[in-house]
């Protein structure tokens, strides 16, 4: 937000602070100042070796040679038809200047001026922005002739002057502007641009900056005066006001002025509102505008006569309510804009006015006539005409006019100006939250500025609808308190002091301060949070800089682990090393995405989504590891993802249960392409299964088993199995379903994916120590036996394991053989063993052992010892 310096005067006395000490002030507070804007103010100085905090841009007016002047007679050029010459004196003698500035040609050889014209003029050898020029170019004026008239001097525009970008005319100050004033001194000023973030939205306003200036100074802020006289019917018996969700609209308030004329504003207005970045209209639109940049209530003006046109003989009644949905509403940007049932009105009777806290509408809008506009064919109009396709029921300027000021729903506000895409200002602050306190002020404000420059009458009273009054927090603070989380030693009387300057209410209760938050305030919580909002604001007005810089003194508390996190992580780390890549993606996603997967009844749903696509929580791991991977599917010949995280399932009148998951996927080539490959194989199930066998090794799971599975619908059939440990599953894995993969853009690779329950792993993790290395030799022998094709190896080797006991160490599956030399619907399975025991085992405890094994197998499967 830009803020002149002169404006925030008014409410403060900034004498002996320069704006660099302003500027320095504000962000060490929280408010950090981009940039200083300087037009016509003196810029710093800085030797060399100082540093520079700020931006700065600008120019400084020299008060020799830049002066305030009046024009007294406009006469033409003998030699250019489209150039003027100017009878001006600038307090100390006549001078005659040359200039083409349109906006005083029609003045040309009317004679002596009846009223003369206050300008801004720049003397011979003066330096000015070069007003034909792009952009910012500093030239010096110079004596020269034009078309035969000698020109050493000029009025000025604004671009000249660094004000604004405006170089179509020349600036016409205010008739009571003293003539030969330095213009410095005259309208001089320096513009602070500072970056309002939303913890500070209340001070995105004039007086708010002023407000914390005045805390950080210890300065007196002078509260605006609002003053205006009344007379006429009541607004009441002319307008009421309907809320329909006080939720979506607190408050709403209506004030009325009748008989203005609409005209410019005084200049000073003018150049304020253009220094902070506002376009000045005329005087209705620009007093809105001026009273929502001086107290951050943003105001909407009505040309009442339309309203009654409207209503007819009754009443004029206003409410706000929902738009219903495909409702069309031709807002004051002349875009006729589709709502929805999300978007809130202002409607009378006869259907909607404006889109609530974002624009008005174009039907309702303040009219002037005076102007020249362009009708929808683009052809100019006459002063006073009714542009067609722009205005159909008006040909004249309005007269009367209902002023709104009202509070709305910051989140309403900031979804219906993200979807019609209407960042304005209005809706800059309505989103941030605006305090229904201010609509009253701001109204009144606003009534005050059209009397005095719009010469209306304001009607009696206002309406004022508040169905919906915020609580003012309240929070209790000690000096303990200050002391633990800020590290300072301050009195109650010194924190209620603090808290005063910045409007707090403070009742010293004993070792106590009851603070009670200030009706601009909305970001003021009760209990622990209010707590550190509270504390907040004694920092800031103490200044954080004041606060000493201490070492921790307290004892370092002791260090725990958490097993779970570093379960995990090792988790992570196996993965890792399997040649797999980490993914994090949004727990946040779509019924729709996940449907491509599987489907779920229900869902955790969002209360505010940031996007559709982001509309619900998680109940597929699988689905935002595919998403990945389908959108990396051309980056790479092989993909292999992983994702540790969780999933949500709802859980009615309680929050969601939150199950850790892991999910894997991998598509693509076995091997990298090569010189020496050329046709590497595609990763399949047994790929899958390898990483996995080796993954659980590394968290020393035993008594691992793999058995088939047909009942997971995102895995093939067939081409899948489920993981148990101890006879518990963990999860299951296989090559992924061909109907759930024409969901997806995967190439023609298999994709093989796996999910497990990150609970039921980590419980079966054993908790496991230092082995010691055996000093006894251990005995290696193969055998081979034939079974059944049916016969699963995974029973072969659990009964091996159970017949050796401990003296088996280890048994490896090395070889599959079939062959119809052992038969029709036989197998033979060639395992490599391990015996290890507490002493040297000689042939004959190997033979006895292995005798054991075959006869076991053989009474439970019909086993056969191969020869």
């Not at 993606?585 to 559709?612: C, F, G, L, Q």
Request: a negative charge; aromatic letters at 6%; glycine letters at 8%.
């Amino acid at each position: 937000m830009k803020i002149p310096l002169s404006w925030l005067k008014d409410f403060i006395d900034l004498n002996g602070l320069s704006v660099e000490d302003i500027a320095r002030k504000l962000t060490l507070a929280g408010m950090e100042v981009d940039e200083i804007l300087y037009a016509g103010l003196p810029m710093p100085v800085y030797k060399d070796g100082e540093k520079h905090e700020f931006k700065t841009n600008g120019i400084a007016w020299d008060k020799e040679k830049i002066v305030v002047a009046e024009i007294r007679e406009v006469k033409p050029h003998p030699n250019a038809d489209k150039l003027t010459l100017l009878d001006l004196f600038d307090g100390k003698q006549e001078q005659v200047v040359l200039t083409g500035a349109p906006n005083i040609f029609h003045l040309k050889g009317a004679g002596k001026l009846e009223k003369p014209i206050k300008v801004a003029y720049a003397k011979e050898g003066s330096t000015l922005y070069d007003g034909h020029a792009d952009g910012q170019v500093l030239m010096t004026l110079k004596r020269a002739k034009i078309r035969g008239v000698d020109s050493y001097s000029m009025v000025c525009s604004e671009k000249e002057l660094g004000i604004t970008e405006e170089s179509d005319g020349i600036i016409i100050l205010d008739d009571d502007a003293p003539v030969g004033m330095p213009l410095a001194d005259y309208i001089g000023d320096a513009v602070l641009d500072i970056s309002i973030l939303p913890n500070m939205a209340r001070n995105a306003n004039v007086i708010g900056i002023a407000r914390e200036l005045a805390a950080l100074t210890g300065r007196e802020l002078k509260q605006p005066k609002i003053e205006f006289k009344t007379s006429g019917e009541s607004v009441n018996d002319l307008v009421s006001i309907e809320i329909t969700n006080s939720e979506l609209n607190p408050r709403f308030v209506a004030g009325l002025i009748r008989n203005v004329k609409i005209k410019p504003s005084p200049y000073q207005i003018q150049r304020r509102l253009k220094l902070a970045g506002i376009r000045a209209i005329n005087n209705i639109v620009d007093a809105t505008n001026y009273a929502m940049l001086e107290l951050g209530e943003p105001l909407h003006a009505f040309d009442y006569d339309v309203l009654k046109a409207r209503a007819g003989k009754n009443k004029i009644k206003i409410n706000t309510r929902v738009a219903k949905d495909g409702e069309k509403l031709t807002t004051l940007d002349g875009v006729e804009r589709k709502l929805t049932a999300k978007n809130v009105l202002v409607c009378d009777e006869k259907g909607s006015l404006s889109l609530a806290g974002v624009m008005g509408g174009s039907e309702s809008e303040v009219y002037d006539a005076s102007k020249e506009v362009l009708d929808a064919k683009g052809i100019e109009t006459k002063p006073g005409e009714i542009p067609q396709g722009k205005i159909t029921s008006r040909g004249k300027s309005t007269v009367n006019i209902l002023l709104e000021g009202a509070a709305w729903n910051f989140i309403n506000i900031r979804r219906t100006a993200k979807q019609h895409n209407l960042p304005s200002e209005a809706s800059f602050r309505f989103s941030r939250g605006v305090h229904p306190a201010l609509a009253e002020i701001g109204v009144k404000r606003g009534l005050q500025y059209m009397a005095e420059w719009a010469g209306g009458t304001v009607a009696p009273g206002l309406v004022d609808v508040y169905p919906l009054k915020p609580k003012d927090s309240v929070v209790e603070v000690t000096s303990q308190d200050a002391k633990k989380l800020l590290g300072i030693d301050l009195t109650v009387k010194e924190i209620a002091a603090l808290l005063e300057r910045l409007e707090f209410k403070c009742e010293i209760k004993d070792t106590k301060v009851r603070v009670t938050a200030p009706s601009h305030r909305m970001d003021i919580d009760e209990g622990v949070v209010g707590l550190a909002d509270v504390l907040e604001e004694v920092a800031r007005s103490y200044g954080f800089d004041n606060i000493p810089v201490t070492t921790m003194a307290d004892a370092l508390p002791p260090q725990v682990g958490n097993p779970i996190h570093e379960w995990e992580e090792h988790l992570r780390d196996l993965l890792v090393a399997l040649g797999l890549q980490e993914v994090v993606t949004y727990r946040m996603t779509s019924v729709e995405k996940e449907s491509r997967v599987a489907k779920y009844d229900e869902y955790v749903r969002m209360a505010n989504p940031i996007a559709p696509e982001k509309s619900v929580l998680r109940r597929s791991l699988i689905a935002s590891v595919l998403d990945v991977l389908e959108k990396n599917i051309r980056l790479g010949e092989s993909l292999s993802f992983f994702e540790v995280g969780s999933i949500f399932e709802p859980v009615k009148n309680n929050l969601p249960n939150e199950p850790r998951k892991l999910a894997i996927a991998m598509t693509g080539i076995r091997e990298a392409t090569a010189w020496d490959v050329k046709d590497s194989a595609k990763l399949d199930f047994y790929d899958l299964k390898g990483r996995l066998e080796l993954a659980l090794s590394g968290l020393r799971l035993t008594n691992v088993s793999y058995t088939a599975t047909e009942s997971t619908p995102y895995l093939h059939p067939g081409k899948a199995a489920e993981v148990k440990v101890n006879g518990q599953v963990m999860g299951v894995f296989g090559e992924l379903h061909p109907l759930v993969k024409e969901q997806y853009e995967l190439g023609d690779s298999p994709v093989l994916v796996a999910e497990f329950d990150l609970e039921l792993l980590r419980k079966a993790t054993p908790t496991y120590g230092i082995m010691p290395v055996s000093e006894f030799p251990s005995i290696y022998e193969d055998i081979a036996i034939i079974v059944d094709e049916s016969v699963l190896a995974d029973k072969i080797e659990a009964l091996i394991r159970q017949t050796g006991g401990k003296t088996v160490t280890n048994v490896r599956l090395f070889d599959v053989y079939r062959d119809e030399k052992i038969g029709a619907g036989k197998k033979s399975l060639a395992y490599s063993l391990t015996y290890q025991a507490e002493k040297t085992m000689t042939d004959a405890d190997a033979a006895a052992i292995r005798n054991k094994i075959v006869k076991r197998l053989e009474h439970e499967v019909g086993a056969k010892l191969r020869s």
